[in-house]
């Protein structure tokens, strides 16, 4: 009992051959949902550049709402280090004392730089809209109508003029924070990678291209989520409004749900950047097979034996592969859209799991090896942070902080 509350670990490691006593699976389930999740933050991020920086106009609603929806992401990616940490009150050094002397404490610098861009970026997009609402309600009973005046009033920030050359620097804003928050977007996530490749003593993660790889299926998995959430949201109005028109209300606004034509244009992105994520992994995987350094042999046995269904199967085959083709498919639906997308995040997932977890499957012995048990009933406050609802609640709080967001900003209306 003792050695259970002492050993972080030790009830979900498995160990087989020769393993070292004091070596155990210590990181789990939340650091393989920490760099996901900052990856989702990044391709959010992305994807709204791409109508903001490079003029695709034919982006504009969808990039409006991976705009806010990457905003909704933004304080989930620290939730899975507060989680995982025993001090968790202590990961807010971070914060306040970010330096650039290591990786993770500058950190703190990347993040508060990103969340200003990512809110300055939203204010002048909405500006407009803020207001509008606050000329709109002023006067107008009841307290939820002034209490959402006086909101909207200071969302304005004392900005009220909507001239064409207020909106004009409104636009300019806008443009110059996507084309500078691109590269910070990426330098969030891509950290991630830099801790990964530069850990000397484990040989799977010491790869120089490992920071690009993890830039890449951010980029991917962050594109595929807003997609996927904008499918799912634009196809249940249409439903609401389906109903509604059947019980004769007529107040109901004609609703088409989604825009194949914006989903597939979205999709041809979404294809280059998976295109460019599976050749950088297959390329790190052909160049640590052709230089066959002295830790080939354990990372070979690893990924052609331990956890070849987890690699090349649920990875590689499931993951990129298989919605690969159902994206490069003539005339897209939007069941296959959705089937290739969950598909999507699930691979770059399972690439997530097999960098965090597979790095620690083989023993410093090179005889031996790890697994993990992901713990599935919480017994303990220990194995709900470390399981299956601990990883839950992770994925689940986006989507709640999405939808209060957009009690106030309407993501995905035109404003």
Not at 31 to 51: D, E, K, Q, R
Not at 83 to 90: C, D, E, V, Y
Not at 336 to 353: C, D, Y
Request: charged share 15%; proline share 4%.
């Amino acid at each position: 009992m003792t050695e259970q509350l002492i050993v972080h670990g030790l009830e979900w490691t498995v160990k087989d051959l020769f393993v070292y006593p004091n070596e155990f699976i210590y990181w789990s389930i939340q650091i393989v949902m920490y760099p996901y999740m900052t990856g989702l933050v990044a391709g959010a991020f992305v994807l709204s550049s791409l109508y903001h920086v490079f003029g695709q106009k034919d982006l504009q609603g969808i990039a409006r709402f991976s705009l806010v929806f990457s905003l909704a992401l933004l304080p989930t990616a620290m939730m899975p280090l507060l989680l995982h940490l025993q001090q968790p009150f202590r990961g807010m050094n971070v914060m306040f004392t970010p330096h650039f002397t290591s990786a993770i404490a500058a950190f703190g610098i990347v993040f508060s730089t990103y969340a200003a861009i990512v809110l300055s970026e939203i204010w002048f997009v909405y500006r407009k809209f803020f207001v509008e609402q606050s000329i709109a309600l002023k006067g107008q009973p009841g307290f939820v109508n002034t209490f959402k005046q006086t909101l909207y009033t200071i969302l304005t920030l004392g900005a009220m003029n909507t001239d064409d050359a207020a909106m004009g620097i409104d636009k300019k804003g806008v443009k110059i924070l996507a084309g500078i928050g691109i590269p910070v977007a990426c330098f969030l996530h891509g950290y991630a990678g830099f801790i990964f490749g530069s850990v000397k003593a484990n040989a799977l993660w010491m790869s120089p291209l490992m920071p690009v790889i993890f830039i890449m299926s951010a980029v991917v998995s962050g594109i595929a989520l807003c997609m996927l959430t904008y499918i799912i949201i634009m196809e249940y109005k249409k439903f609401q409004a389906t109903l509604a028109k059947g019980r004769g209300d007529e107040t109901v606004k004609e609703l088409g749900g989604v825009e194949m034509d914006v989903i597939s244009k979205t999709s041809r992105y979404l294809i280059g950047f998976l295109i460019a994520a599976i050749s950088l992994e297959l390329l790190d995987l052909i160049f640590r097979g052709y230089t066959a350094m002295k830790s080939w042999d354990i990372l070979r046995s690893v990924m052609f034996h331990e956890d070849f269904t987890k690699i090349f199967i649920l990875q590689y085959g499931c993951g990129n592969l298989l919605p690969f083709f159902l994206l490069m498919l003539p005339r897209p639906t939007i069941k296959r859209m959705v089937v290739a997308l969950v598909l999507v995040l699930f691979g770059v997932f399972m690439m997530r799991w097999n960098v965090v977890i597979g790095g620690q499957a083989f023993s410093l012995s090179f005889e031996g090896f790890m697994h993990y048990n992901l713990p599935i009933i919480p017994h303990n406050l220990e194995t709900y942070k470390e399981g299956l609802f601990g990883a839950l609640t992770v994925a689940i709080t986006p989507f709640i902080i999405f939808w209060g967001i957009n009690k106030i900003i309407p993501s995905l209306q035109k404003v």
